[in-house]
């Protein structure tokens, strides 16, 4: 099956209901409240990189619910969600810049330019594992400066992600005539996971 963000996304979408995909959208929206609040009751100030990347993450998961509630033919919102991993991604470089003076670009430029490959070649299910990618190349090539305790846990959860992305494209046709579900939401669930974590970790750094 081609992959079609949120198309293909495991959860069937509700015929003429206000709300394509309740569950999934339910979720993230959750999710911007959780990284709200973080931002909001945050006990130490957080510098403006910190607070720029903190609205990067709430934007990301607005433009993420906002997909799963209303669906707009093409890959629009496919691409727009995509395009949140490179906005991300500088927001990381920035607030590690504003930190120790000096970033490392190299794994995210070479993320960066097997993420264009696989866009202009139209690879649509690699393309969002390279979209991660270039989140994840960035930690890496700068992961001297994160602390360990929170690395050991954002990792694992990245790569459970990732597992959990592609059984749900290739077994949702065949989960779906088993018991009609919200399977996505599992993935969501993760991806919430991940980016509290990953705004701890980041916050951590003030």
């Known amino acids: 099956m081609e992959y079609?963000?949120?198309?293909?996304?495991?959860?069937?979408p509700l015929s003429g209901s206000f709300v394509a995909q309740?569950?999934?959208?339910?979720?993230?929206?959750?999710?911007c409240a959780c990284l709200i609040g973080i931002l909001l009751f945050e006990k130490k100030?957080?510098?403006?990189?910190?607070?720029?990347?903190?609205l990067s993450l709430i934007a990301f998961n607005l433009a993420h619910a906002f997909s799963h509630t209303y669906h707009i033919k093409g890959r629009i919102q496919s691409r727009v969600i995509h395009a949140f991993t490179y906005i991300i991604a500088f927001m990381i470089l920035l607030v590690v810049y504003t930190k120790t003076g000096s970033?490392?670009?190299?794994?995210?430029?070479l993320a960066v330019t097997i993420?264009?490959?696989m866009l202009i070649y139209d690879y649509t299910t690699l393309s969002v594992i390279s979209g991660i990618f270039i989140v994840v190349a960035t930690i890496i090539g700068n992961i001297d400066v994160f602390p360990t305790e929170y690395l050991m846990i954002l990792f694992p959860v990245t790569l459970?992600?990732?597992?959990?992305?592609?059984?749900?494209?290739?077994?949702?046709d065949a989960a779906m005539?088993?018991?009609v579900l919200p399977y996505h939401a599992i993935?969501?669930?993760i991806t919430l996971i991940f980016l509290i974590i990953f705004a701890k970790m980041i916050i951590s750094l003030e």
């Open 177 to 179: 005539k088993i018991a």
């Open 187 to 189: 993935g969501e669930i």
């Open 160 to 172: 459970i992600g990732i597992a959990y992305f592609l059984i749900e494209l290739r077994f949702c």
């Open 4 to 12: 079609n963000f949120p198309f293909t996304t495991c959860e069937k």
């Open 45 to 54: 100030p957080l510098t403006t990189p910190t607070v720029f990347f903190i």
């Open 103 to 109: 970033v490392n670009i190299a794994l995210v430029s």
């Open 115 to 117: 993420d264009i490959f």
């Open 22 to 31: 309740p569950v999934s959208a339910a979720i993230n929206f959750f999710g």
